[in-house]
């Protein structure tokens, strides 16, 4: 659960965790070591504490001091690419970070070059309340979610959402898992901002450019 954190630049905020699978919708994107991070930017994180972080963190190649996340928000480990970062938690390991980048770069490239989307354009970016089956997603304006989503499908299927505009969550919504679907499987490819609102929940890998 995260409380109005804002993720610019190219950034990756990730379930961590496991092998790919596949099933119905297109084929899962690969993060590679990029899916090692929780949260992973090129640019910074702008947070309004107290958010809950579960997972690691890193930024690069901007300074450290750009994560305004704090220790105490973190479960997991704050990687930095110098000697600064949230105090006194931060690890520096410029090597391991320029890895996750590159994966990161290519994830989404991936994710935004998958084409014949099942759904375009749905509710014309609007889809709070929705029931979304498997598949890939496009929109060319931004996307809202201003009340609780549903993603239903098995443990195999997969989301892939490509949103050429922004990507806004609104305070409390939750993005449901149903089914057996797991956040592993589901790709958010943001080409503009990305707000999560005050305590929303928001479980997936999340690839987005500013």
């Not at 990730?14 to 690969?30: H, K, L, Y």
């Not at 930017?41 to 001091?65: C, L, M, Q, R, Y």
């Given at each position: 659960?995260?409380?109005?954190?804002?993720?610019?630049?190219?950034?990756?905020?990730?379930?961590?965790?496991?092998?790919?699978?596949?099933?119905?919708?297109?084929?899962?994107?690969?993060?590679?070591?990029?899916?090692d991070f929780v949260i992973l930017t090129k640019s910074g994180i702008t947070d309004v504490p107290t958010s809950?972080?579960?997972?690691?963190?890193?930024?690069?190649?901007?300074?450290?001091?750009?994560?305004?996340?704090?220790?105490?928000?973190?479960?997991?480990?704050?990687?930095?690419?110098?000697?600064?970062?949230?105090?006194?938690?931060?690890?520096?390991?410029?090597?391991?970070?320029?890895?996750?980048?590159?994966?990161?770069?290519?994830?989404?490239?991936?994710?935004?070059?998958?084409?014949?989307p099942d759904f375009t354009e749905l509710k014309r970016g609007d889809i709070g309340g929705l029931t979304l089956?498997?598949?890939?997603?496009?929109?060319?304006?931004?996307?809202?979610?201003?009340?609780?989503?549903?993603l239903s499908g098995s443990s195999n299927d997969v989301w892939i959402f490509q949103i050429a505009g922004n990507?806004?969550?609104?305070?409390?919504?939750?993005?449901?898992?149903?089914?057996?679907?797991?956040?592993?499987?589901?790709?958010?490819?943001?080409?503009?901002?990305?707000?999560?609102?005050?305590?929303?929940?928001?479980?997936?890998?999340?690839?987005?450019?500013?």
């Amino acid at each position: 659960m995260m409380k109005n954190t804002y993720i610019a630049g190219i950034a990756l905020l990730a379930v961590a965790g496991s092998a790919f699978a596949a099933g119905p919708g297109p084929a899962p994107v690969n993060l590679r070591s990029a899916g090692d991070f929780v949260i992973l930017t090129k640019s910074g994180i702008t947070d309004v504490p107290t958010s809950a972080v579960t997972g690691d963190v890193g930024t690069s190649p901007i300074t450290g001091a750009a994560d305004l996340l704090t220790c105490t928000e973190v479960t997991g480990l704050v990687f930095s690419v110098n000697a600064a970062g949230p105090e006194p938690c931060y690890i520096k390991n410029p090597t391991k970070l320029t890895a996750a980048v590159l994966d990161m770069e290519t994830a989404y490239e991936d994710a935004a070059g998958r084409s014949r989307p099942d759904f375009t354009e749905l509710k014309r970016g609007d889809i709070g309340g929705l029931t979304l089956a498997p598949g890939l997603y496009k929109w060319s304006t931004t996307v809202s979610i201003p009340t609780d989503v549903t993603l239903s499908g098995s443990s195999n299927d997969v989301w892939i959402f490509q949103i050429a505009g922004n990507l806004n969550q609104s305070n409390g919504v939750t993005i449901h898992l149903k089914g057996g679907a797991l956040a592993k499987n589901v790709f958010w490819q943001v080409a503009g901002l990305s707000m999560l609102g005050t305590t929303s929940n928001f479980e997936a890998s999340f690839c987005a450019r500013h």
